[in-house]
């Protein structure tokens, strides 16, 4: 009844138009340090069948965008603001009762740590079943025979035995398996997967991104990956929005973003991924400095502080988000890489021996290492 009821609501609400549309949305925490901008005016789309990558580093603000969506940060010191239209539907604002016929039956989440999101005192076969039987009203031996399927389908063997396991009995890789089986249970539109292959090993975590992907085309799902590996995405998405300080600083189709980067921030991640190229114990070329305080960002670009191209402008005036010459992509940023401002600026650094441009060049992690006293001196040292 809760599945049908769900459905009728969704059905009356317009069907023309994304799956999931979000504009200038915001998610603040009112702290007593001030107000944390943990999300800071975010515009997106996403359709039915289609893949979205968000990327970024820890603190960029993610994690916090999925959540918010969908409406999962429920403490009062939480402000929400702007629109999130799903299937036609705005989320901000609704209640909680009204989430909670979304939630399982039309959007799921894939979390970061299964050993955090599964129940350890709880069997496995119920973990899945209980979601059967409240959504969709399934009796009993009916929720079991669909939970025995969908262990199958997520490529656990054995999944008789494993119904009647407890988390702590399962390898990591198999508990991930078990948290999507619980995720595309009651048949959602749109899955989250947030960092779900952190703390498993390179051949766990290929395996894990394939299960994943395979579902979301079987199901026809729209699927929202966050990362903050652009390597994980770059196969795997149609789009990919990188985020810094809160904010998106370039969005793309992702063949477009890979072979045109435009934001210096998305630059420096793509040069942070490992080379197979690279001889052994090759040093990883990091990003200098740290994010931005979000409860007082600084004026400007967000990531001047940090920026090997950043000039007086970039610290003065903050960047909107602009077109590119390719349709879809946009980016923040005053001088963009590859194009011949961006060229003069970054020159202009080196030769002023700037330390987020010398480590931007040479891969110094001594320079890199600059760029956070360099930040927090206002460049005087």
Same mark, same amino acid.
Not at 27 to 35: R, S, V, Y
Not at 260 to 272: F, G, I, W
Not at 360 to 378: M, N
């Given at each position: 009844?809760?599945?049908?009821?769900?459905? =009728?609501?969704?059905?009356?609400?317009?069907?023309?138009?994304?799956?999931?549309?979000?504009?200038?949305?915001?998610?603040?925490?009112?702290?007593?340090?001030?107000?944390?901008?943990?999300?800071?005016?975010?515009?997106?789309?996403?359709?039915?069948?289609?893949?979205?990558?968000?990327?970024?580093?820890?603190?960029?603000?993610?994690?916090? $965008?999925?959540?918010?969506?969908?409406?999962? $940060?429920?403490?009062?010191?939480?402000?929400?603001?702007?629109?999130?239209?799903?299937?036609?539907?705005? #989320?901000?604002?609704?209640?909680?009762?009204?989430?909670?016929?979304?939630?399982?039956?039309?959007?799921?989440?894939?979390? %970061?740590?299964?050993?955090?999101?599964?129940?350890?005192?709880?069997?496995?076969?119920?973990?899945?079943?209980?979601?059967?039987?409240?959504?969709?009203?399934?009796?009993?031996?009916?929720?079991?025979? %669909?939970?025995?399927? #969908?262990?199958?389908? *997520?490529?656990?063997?054995?999944?008789? =035995?494993?119904?009647?396991?407890?988390?702590?009995?399962?390898?990591?890789?198999?508990?991930?398996?078990?948290?999507?089986?619980?995720? #595309?249970?009651?048949?959602?539109?749109?899955?989250?997967?947030?960092?779900?292959?952190?703390?498993?090993?390179?051949?766990?975590?290929?395996?894990?991104?394939?299960?994943?992907?395979? %579902?979301?085309?079987? =199901?026809?799902?729209?699927?929202?990956?966050?990362?903050?590996?652009?390597? *994980?995405?770059?196969?795997?998405?149609?789009?990919?929005?990188?985020?810094?300080?809160?904010?998106? *600083?370039?969005?793309?189709?992702?063949?477009?973003?890979?072979?045109?980067?435009?934001?210096?921030?998305?630059?420096?991640?793509?040069?942070?991924?490992?080379? $197979?190229?690279?001889?052994?114990?090759?040093?990883?070329?990091?990003?200098?400095?740290?994010?931005?305080?979000?409860?007082?960002?600084?004026?400007?670009?967000?990531?001047?502080?940090?920026?090997?191209?950043?000039?007086?402008?970039?610290?003065?005036?903050?960047?909107?988000?602009?077109?590119?010459?390719?349709?879809?992509?946009?980016?923040?940023?005053?001088?963009?890489?590859?194009?011949?401002?961006?060229?003069?600026?970054?020159?202009?650094? $080196?030769?002023?021996? #700037?330390?987020?441009?010398?480590?931007?060049?040479?891969?110094?992690?001594?320079?890199?290492?600059?760029?956070?006293?360099?930040?927090?001196?206002?460049?005087?040292?």
């Amino acid at each position: 009844m809760a599945r049908s009821t769900n459905r =009728r609501l969704l059905t009356a609400s317009p069907t023309e138009g994304p799956l999931l549309a979000v504009e200038d949305f915001r998610t603040h925490f009112d702290t007593p340090a001030g107000l944390v901008r943990a999300v800071d005016g975010v515009s997106l789309s996403l359709e039915r069948g289609k893949t979205l990558g968000i990327v970024g580093e820890s603190g960029s603000g993610k994690t916090v $965008l999925s959540r918010s969506i969908m409406g999962l $940060l429920t403490a009062r010191n939480v402000v929400r603001s702007g629109s999130v239209r799903f299937h036609g539907q705005e #989320l901000v604002g609704a209640s909680n009762s009204q989430m909670r016929a979304l939630w399982g039956t039309e959007m799921a989440m894939v979390f %970061q740590d299964p050993m955090t999101s599964l129940n350890p005192v709880m069997k496995i076969g119920r973990q899945i079943t209980e979601g059967l039987r409240f959504h969709l009203k399934l009796p009993k031996d009916e929720a079991g025979a %669909q939970a025995l399927q #969908l262990l199958e389908s *997520v490529g656990i063997p054995d999944p008789k =035995r494993r119904m009647e396991q407890y988390p702590h009995e399962l390898s990591g890789g198999m508990r991930q398996r078990v948290t999507i089986a619980i995720a #595309l249970a009651c048949g959602p539109r749109l899955l989250f997967a947030d960092e779900p292959t952190t703390a498993l090993d390179v051949t766990v975590q290929a395996q894990i991104l394939n299960l994943l992907q395979q %579902q979301q085309h079987e =199901r026809h799902m729209g699927m929202v990956l966050v990362t903050h590996d652009l390597g *994980v995405v770059a196969g795997r998405t149609d789009e990919i929005a990188v985020m810094y300080a809160g904010q998106i *600083v370039e969005k793309a189709p992702t063949t477009t973003l890979f072979a045109n980067v435009r934001m210096p921030y998305t630059e420096a991640l793509l040069k942070s991924i490992p080379k $197979l190229e690279q001889a052994s114990h090759t040093r990883l070329q990091i990003i200098g400095g740290r994010p931005p305080d979000l409860v007082s960002p600084p004026p400007g670009c967000r990531f001047a502080p940090r920026c090997p191209y950043a000039q007086p402008k970039c610290h003065a005036e903050a960047p909107p988000l602009i077109e590119a010459e390719t349709p879809g992509h946009e980016f923040r940023c005053w001088f963009p890489v590859g194009t011949q401002a961006g060229h003069d600026a970054l020159e202009r650094n $080196l030769e002023q021996h #700037l330390p987020a441009a010398e480590a931007a060049v040479t891969g110094d992690s001594h320079a890199a290492g600059l760029v956070e006293v360099a930040a927090e001196t206002g460049g005087d040292d």
